[in-house]
């Protein structure tokens, strides 16, 4: 597991509520990984691509812990990445993340 | 009486989510999940990727086979509940046997509408419904194939689009001239249905009069149209009939689908019914995926003695030419309209207000927009028709106010 964190935006880079996604070429992974702000302001971090299709939950809407598939509504669970909802049948697989004087570092492959 | 052991008739979206509720809920008795398939699968994708072959039946599975071990639920496959015995406990299965139920809850589904065209009993003419159904269309819609598409509501248009998608001559019938305008609004659902069109869908505004098997094909008669056409293959997609006959034959109260209370309990305490077939008096079945799932975690609820999960504006999706359309609430109870960005650009969505609520919202490869306009309906939040229509204002935002 590494524990290099990559400096990947800056916290206001993400609008509260929504995501952004952090192309695979940067964090190494092998799907890019979505950045989530929670309404509270805190930020997670999970594969983007739903496992149920091929859908970017940094386009998903964020809400109360949970990020929402933006195709079929299927909920995981910021923190852990726990699907909580038909269609999907599989977890998101988290990863960790520091916000740090508004900046955003993200742990690829490094469980939260 | 404690309720020990329930029984779920049928494998959809409405019966498995009927299981994962109630284990979601902490029931820790036994359930039995009966279903006529191999196990059950997610029907969504028959009219899409499953029906291009892209998605094979594994890769629809609702759940995943260890999950049935995981939740300790016992699918009995291949199998058909012949009768319900609520007086003996029980439900009695094809081969005769018994299983034991303290409760039942159907989700039998319902069966595609066969109209009583003349000819429609041919085997070049299709529905879809099943797997079964879209395993033997998939061999019809070969490139180059004349296909006519009966319907041009949610099936008939992902048909349709599928189809010349995988190279068919498509025409599309409806009688309707703008088909669901009630659920969309008359401009988008026009814009929509113009959409096939220019995808190479031939529309028809038409009904068909009966069909004619010849050697090479299918004749079709259609009211407008000057002289028969002729087809390889025919796809009916006018709706679903549904399966209450283990229901009226157990004397439970039956019209129009199985009618159920607001806990999705039939008029007999024992038997609960959820999805296609079930209906509240006075409402018509929401025969959507989601509102199937909902019935479930109601009856769960119902089963647990717990708190019925919250209500939610009915929503649902569907897709065509590599559109993603969605749609929540009802639009036909809207007195205005505001549109979000333009039919022909990337994306748009249409609000409907009355009284300056948001009751219902449609839109294409917006999905953000249907998710702010469902919680601006569930939560009542006052719409300003000027901020609803301005692209600029992220649907997010359009909840603060």
């Known amino acids: 597991m590494s524990s290099t964190g990559i400096r990947v935006a800056a916290l206001d880079d993400i609008p509260e509520g929504e995501g952004i996604a952090i192309d695979k070429a940067i964090t190494g992974t092998a799907d890019n990984i979505a950045l989530l702000r929670d309404t509270d302001d805190s930020v997670y971090a999970l594969d983007d691509t739903c496992t149920h299709e091929t859908a970017s939950l940094a386009d998903g809407w964020v809400e109360d812990g949970f990020v929402e598939c933006p195709l079929h509504s299927s909920k995981f669970c910021l923190k852990s990445g726990e699907v909580q909802g038909l269609p999907a049948t599989r977890n998101a697989c988290p990863h960790r993340v520091e916000v740090r004087d508004g900046e955003v570092w993200l742990f690829p492959g490094e469980a939260p | 009486m404690s309720v020990g052991r329930v029984v779920i008739v049928g494998g959809g979206i409405a019966g498995v989510g009927t299981a994962a509720a109630l284990r979601t809920g902490g029931f820790d008795g036994e359930v039995t999940l009966v279903d006529a398939g191999e196990f059950p699968y997610d029907r969504p994708p028959l009219s899409k990727d499953f029906l291009t072959g892209t998605r094979d039946l594994k890769e629809i599975a609702l759940q995943p086979p260890q999950w049935y071990d995981d939740q300790r639920v016992r699918l009995v496959n291949r199998t058909a509940v012949t009768a319900l015995r609520p007086r003996d406990g029980a439900v009695e299965l094809a081969d005769g046997r018994l299983l034991p139920a303290d409760r039942v809850v159907l989700a039998t589904g319902g069966a595609a509408a066969r109209p009583p065209i003349p000819g429609a009993d041919s085997d070049r003419v299709h529905v ?126 039956v019209d129009r689908g199985i009618l159920v209370d607001a806990g999705q309990m039939t008029s007999n305490p024992a038997v609960l019914a959820v999805g296609d077939p079930a209906r509240v008096r006075d409402e018509h079945r929401a025969e959507h995926w989601e509102a199937a799932q909902q019935d479930g975690a109601r009856a769960a609820a119902t089963l647990l003695g717990a708190a019925p999960p919250e209500p939610s504006a009915s929503w649902f999706w569907t897709d065509r030419h590599a559109r993603h359309i969605e749609a929540v609430g009802h639009m036909d109870t809207a007195s205005d309209t505001v549109l979000r960005g333009s039919f022909d650009g990337p994306s748009c969505a249409v609000f409907g207000l009355r009284d300056g609520l948001v009751v219902a919202a449609a839109s294409v490869d917006d999905p953000a927009a249907v998710r702010a306009a469902r919680r601006l309906i569930d939560r009542r939040i006052p719409a300003d028709a000027a901020r609803l229509a301005d692209p600029s204002v992220k649907p997010r935002d359009l909840l603060r106010g």
């Open chain 2, 128 to 253: 879809l419904r099943t797997a079964d159904d879209a395993d033997r269309l998939r061999l019809a819609l070969s490139p180059g194939a004349h296909i006519l598409v009966v319907g041009a509501g949610l099936i008939g248009a992902e048909v349709a689009s599928t189809a010349v998608r995988l190279g068919c001559q498509v025409d599309l019938v409806d009688p309707v001239a703008v088909p669901l305008a009630p659920v969309l609004g008359p401009d988008l659902a026009a814009w929509l249905h113009g959409l096939h069109a220019k995808n190479h869908v031939t529309t028809l505004h038409a009904s068909v009069e009966s069909f004619t098997e010849r050697s090479n094909g299918i004749e079709a008669r259609l009211t407008s149209s000057t002289g028969p056409r002729l087809y390889d293959a025919v796809v009916l997609g006018v709706g679903m009939v549904p399966c209450v006959d283990l229901a009226r034959t157990a004397g439970l109260d």
